[in-house]
């Protein structure tokens, strides 16, 4: 069964199954004797079968140093070199399971926290699974109370986490970084993936879990939340203490290394360790074909950007005495024009930074518009897509066409492709492929001169200019509303009195026509009286 996107309801793991793989518990620790002695306490109540799992403490230069109880069945090892990144890949250089679970010294699982990821890992070879941790301030006891729940209970969720599931729909609407899910505390990784995406950066003083899971979801994971795998987290964690100035430590590091996180890549025109996207070019099409492709890329609206020509240069030579008759004139234009520029590689090979959430590779002869590659990035952020083909010419010889391929559906679509599929076929089964007319998203055979982001800056100045006209434009229409409906409100009350004093007109008139016959009978008897006649009778 293929995973779409995050959606992993599709796996339907059963509640009971064979256990058949091994789990390699790895657990930093520093310090702490008792709190560690309750969560190897825990981990010796799991259900899952013992002779399955592997228990690894890694004491991080602890003093004194830090030992196993009587008849723990985990394996001791000592890391001088300071940091839960360090502490957990000595761990991992030792880990022998098909599945890895990262365990804080300071978290006890319920019996059957290790059993619920298991279950998911017998499902599909390449989930992460993140338990539920509930954080409490009862005291330590001296020994694992036989009750977890009425022992630290009341105690708090982890409430980022909860919140990022709950407004996700358990992570399966298309989440834009479903890889937030990786905390060290609670966490289950399938050790292939772990192998794809490399150890724990030990460079980072902070946030080694989340750049992790960024990597992990490279490589292709899919993560899931796993409520039964329940947790308690002996007191509140750093973060929890003092989160404003751990966001501000971490965020200073991981910045340079998870391009999805865009909010702190805010800078304009900056470089970063990891680029959010990596074009790939053919180097030696040409100086005249090259040149204006590399310099529309770089100068877009997408400034995040890497360029990698590709390019026999090794084999060029020193010897310039005669430029003219150089026969790789071109390749020597092409390498010298773009050596020094930061955000151009020449490379042998087509091969990215597999940390780039998308390469884009553009075929010869072609160069996108100043906004092309952020408008098919939208398209391919909004629709969750692998693949949008960019069709750019068509003839009876083929269809020429570029790619703008998500490195994370790629690596998904290769761990599931079946024998003689196209890769392609995988990628639209597992994130979804699209075709798009180049023509209409700013690409072209012959480019001008880049005008780049000023003008971009410039637009959005004229934008922002006319944004402020328009709404001082719409303020004074809104002031002429109200004095139109203050107006209105007067015509209506002066409408309402002529209405009264008509009805008033009205009722006097009425009593006078209902008179007048009377009047005129008294009128004619007093005129014939005054002229001396006897009125009939």
Same mark, same amino acid.
């Given at each position: ?6 959606? !992993? ?209 490279? @490589? ?8 039964? @795998?329940?947790? !308690? ?53 040409? !100086? ?50 773009? =050596? ?15 940390? @780039? ?99 971009? !800056? ?39 009195? =002529? ?39």
């Amino acid at each position: 069964m293929r995973v779409r996107g995050n959606d !992993y309801r599709v796996l339907q793991p059963p509640e009971r199954f064979t256990p058949e793989l091994r789990v390699s518990v790895i657990v930093p620790a520093y310090g702490a004797q008792d709190k560690l002695n309750l969560v190897l306490a825990a981990l010796a109540r799991q259900t899952y079968p013992a002779e399955l799992t592997e228990i690894l403490v890694i004491d991080n230069g602890s003093s004194p140093p830090l030992t196993l109880p009587p008849g723990s069945a985990a394996r001791l090892l000592v890391c001088e070199q300071p940091g839960r990144a360090a502490a957990r890949n000595a761990g991992l250089a030792e880990a022998t399971g098909d599945v890895i679970q990262w365990l804080d010294s300071d978290v006890v699982l319920t019996p059957g926290a290790v059993e619920a990821h298991m279950r998911w890992h017998h499902a599909a070879p390449y989930l992460v699974v993140t338990g539920y941790i509930r954080f409490t301030d009862a005291p330590v006891p001296a020994s694992l109370p036989d009750d977890l729940e009425r022992a630290f209970e009341p105690a708090e969720p982890h409430a980022w986490i909860v919140d990022l599931v709950e407004r996700t729909n358990g992570l399966t609407d298309n989440p834009q970084r479903p890889f937030s899910l990786h905390v060290g505390g609670a966490t289950s990784v399938n050790a292939r993936l772990v192998e794809a995406a490399g150890p724990m950066d030990d460079e980072l003083i902070l946030g080694q879990d989340t750049e992790m899971g960024y990597r992990l979801a490279q @490589a292709g994971a899919v993560f899931v939340p796993e409520p039964q @795998a329940r947790a !308690y987290h002996l007191g509140p964690t750093m973060r929890m203490r003092d989160k404003q100035r751990i966001d501000r430590v971490s965020h200073a590091f991981v910045a340079d290394r998870i391009p999805a996180y865009r909010w702190l890549r805010s800078h304009p025109s900056r470089q970063w360790k990891v680029p959010y996207v990596a074009a790939v070019l053919d180097g030696t099409a040409g !100086y005249d074909v090259v040149r204006p492709a590399v310099d529309a890329l770089l100068a877009g609206t997408v400034p995040d950007v890497s360029v990698t020509l590709v390019g026999p240069w090794a084999l060029l030579e020193r010897d310039r005495r005669a430029p003219l008759k150089d026969p790789s004139l071109e390749l020597v234009l092409v390498h010298g024009h773009y =050596l020094h520029e930061g955000r151009v590689c020449l490379a042998e090979t087509g091969e990215c930074d597999p940390g @780039a959430p998308y390469v884009l590779r553009l075929p010869p002869g072609w160069a996108p518009g100043e906004d092309s590659l952020a408008r098919l990035l939208d398209l391919a952020r909004d629709e969750g897509l692998g693949l949008v083909n960019v069709l750019l010419h068509e003839s009876e010889q083929g269809v020429v066409a570029a790619r703008l391929e998500r490195v994370s559906a790629f690596a998904r679509a290769a761990l599931v492709v079946r024998p003689g599929e196209s890769l392609d076929d995988a990628v639209d089964d597992v994130s979804g492929v699209s075709w798009v007319e180049g023509e209409s998203y700013g690409f072209t055979r012959e480019p001008g001169e880049p005008a780049g982001r000023r003008s971009a !800056y410039r637009a959005r100045g004229d934008a922002q200019a006319e944004a402020a006209r328009l709404a001082k434009e719409v303020e004074r229409l809104r002031a002429q509303v109200t004095k139109w409906r203050e107006e209105s409100k007067r015509w209506r009350k002066s409408a309402v009195e =002529l209405r009264r004093e008509v009805g008033t007109l009205r009722r006097k008139l009425s009593v006078a026509n209902r008179a007048q016959p009377g009047m005129r009978a008294l009128l004619s008897t007093t005129v014939k009286r005054a002229l001396g006649k006897k009125p009939r009778t």
